[in-house]
Every structure is written in structure tokens, then in C-alpha cells.
């Protein structure tokens, strides 16, 4: 564990988790879990004669494996506040091998002034660097008591 106050975050650190693969597996256990059967995840056939040719991960379960490439070290000084912006620019297919880059982009104050809030960039990208993910991470983090 890496007791990390506020005041020891800095803007524009970035750091990037290493790969996952997604597969057919991925998709049906998430579809199993979320109740989201669309066709657009399920059916093979009716996908092929859409304009992506065939099926796309969901939103949420690439949501759910980018968020999860960012845990790491435990800091007992920090927990998420939430989750803004989230946009999904490009569909993620079975096959393709996504990471996430997790940038430092703003500190600000929180109305608690033991606390301040720390927002993580955090983008999805696949194999071919291009972003299939994009939301703003908030940590609620405890500042140094000094």
C-alpha cells in the first residue's frame, strides 16, 4: 500500500496497464450478468448485416475491464468519487486487445477541507491506439495533515 496524500499527485503523470484480449466469453458472461441481450452483442447474423459487420462489446463491460486495468496499488488515503464524461468513440470487437492510459489531469478543492479531488483521464485504447473509451475518474483523496 502507497499512502499518497493530495498534495503528492501531479498533473500530466500518466502510466499505462498492459493489454486484454477480449473474447466471445467476455461478451456472453456480461450479457449474463447485465441482462443486455441486444443483438448488437449476441447475434452474429443480424450484426453481419449491419455497418460493423459484426458483434461489439458493450459499452459497460469495456467499461467495467478499463477501470479494473487501472487498479493497482491500494491507497487507503483515496476512493473514487465518481465517474464523468464517459463516451465511447469507437466499437471494441471480439479480438481486439485493449489498455487503458490513466493521465493526472486536474486537483481541486472539496467543500471537506481535509479532502480534496483528484481527476484521473482515463482512456481505452486498442491495438491501434485509437480510443474506443474516455471518462474522467474522481478520487475523493485525503490531504496531508500537516
Given at each position: ?68 486495468q ?15 464524461k ?48 474516455a ?12
Amino acid at each position: 500500500m502507497h499512502e499518497i496524500p493530495f498534495e503528492q499527485f501531479e498533473i500530466g503523470n500518466t502510466r499505462m496497464s498492459i493489454g486484454r484480449t477480449i473474447t466471445e466469453t467476455d461478451i456472453v458472461l456480461h450479457a449474463g450478468q447485465s441482462g443486455d441481450f441486444y443483438p448488437h452483442h449476441m447475434d452474429a447474423e443480424w450484426c453481419a448485416s449491419q455497418p460493423f459487420k459484426q458483434r461489439i462489446a458493450h459499452g459497460t463491460l469495456i467499461f467495467t475491464i478499463g477501470v479494473g486495468q487501472t487498479a493497482g496499488d491500494i491507497n487507503p488515503l483515496a476512493m473514487t468519487y465518481g465517474y464523468e464524461k464517459l463516451r465511447f468513440p469507437k466499437p471494441v470487437f471480439i479480438g481486439d486487445t485493449i489498455r487503458t492510459k490513466l493521465t493526472i489531469a486536474e486537483k481541486r478543492d472539496h467543500k471537506r477541507p481535509e479532502y480534496g479531488i483528484v481527476v484521473e483521464k482515463l482512456e481505452v485504447l486498442n491495438q491501434r491506439d485509437e480510443c474506443v473509451m474516455a471518462c474522467e475518474h474522481l478520487l475523493l483523496v485525503r490531504r496531508s495533515r500537516t
